[in-house]
């Protein structure tokens, strides 16, 4: 998945309009213009679509965090420069307060099976020899039962 999808995605999800969204970004630790955010969620075939940088949807993700389960002591981490499916299945998990029993009721929400020990590879250590890649299609189910909770009425 495309950062730009992790961030329509959330977008539809969580019922954000465009000051909602700078608001997430600002509490994340980075002020974006309404241009900017509009960009990053246009379809890749239209003419004024921007790629969303790594930072930027790490600073997104911070800001859900804080924003739904307030700012911890010392403030909001910094954002990382690189991201990878696990880092942001583990930052949605943060901030929706998921335990591994809640991921596999929202995965099965939407179809998708997956047992505590593979769920669990998805959050060790990269060098841990239990690491396991989360792929796109692991991404994109959970995404899809968070939307199927929280916009029950959806498609």
Not at 28 to 55: H, I, M, N, Q
Request: net charge positive.
């Amino acid at each position: 998945m495309t950062n730009n999808d992790v961030l329509r995605r959330l977008r539809y999800i969580l019922d954000l309009n465009d000051d909602d969204m700078m608001a997430l970004f600002t509490l994340g630790g980075r002020a974006t213009s309404r241009a900017e955010v509009s960009d990053w969620l246009k379809r890749e075939d239209d003419p004024a679509f921007r790629k969303c940088p790594d930072r930027s949807l790490a600073v997104f993700l911070n800001g859900l965090i804080a924003d739904r389960r307030g700012v911890k002591e010392g403030g909001v981490p910094p954002a990382e420069e690189q991201l990878n499916n696990n880092i942001i299945f583990r930052k949605l998990k943060i901030a929706f307060d998921l335990q591994a029993e809640d991921v596999l009721a929202l995965l099965e929400l939407a179809d998708f099976r997956l047992s505590k020990h593979e769920l669990s590879a998805f959050f060790r250590k990269a060098g841990h020899k239990h690491y396991r890649e989360c792929k796109d299609q692991i991404l994109r189910n959970f995404l899809g039962g968070l939307q199927i909770k929280h916009r029950p009425s959806s498609p």
